[in-house]
């Protein structure tokens, strides 16, 4: 059973940083994109970055300029390096595979990580 394992999340004043990381618990046989979705108190899960095995990425606008999505993909690794950030950015950070053949045979699915805080407060 695949595991998204995330670390990297914690409490930080507005205008630091954090880095989250974000990694599969067994090798997959195949997927595409890979990225980070953010859920804070009283409203609905969103995107904030997204990254193809290629490179491309997707932003959302509120992030744009202050988040940088990266991934190695020799580890299957994501990480988002979080600058300037504010106390709106204060939620739970996500991760995410849209889909994804763990084995060979299996049906794709997608995948979401446990969630790790990412907490935004003087």
């Known amino acids: 059973q695949l595991q998204l394992v995330e670390s990297g999340g914690g409490l930080v004043q507005p205008g630091e940083s954090l880095r989250l990381s974000c990694a599969p618990s067994?090798?997959?046989?195949?997927?595409?994109?890979m990225g980070w979705y953010r859920e804070a108190p009283g409203k609905q899960r969103e995107m904030v970055a997204m990254i193809t095995r290629s490179g491309s990425t997707n932003y959302a606008d509120s992030v744009k300029g202050r988040f940088t999505i990266s991934r190695d993909n020799t580890k299957n690794t994501a990480y988002l390096q979080m600058n300037s950030l504010k106390a709106e950015d204060t939620a739970i950070y996500y991760c995410y595979l849209p889909w994804a053949i763990v084995n060979m045979g299996d049906e794709n699915r997608e995948y979401w990580g446990q969630g790790t805080q990412v907490t935004v407060s003087s």
């Open positions: 067994t090798s997959i046989f195949s997927f595409n994109a």
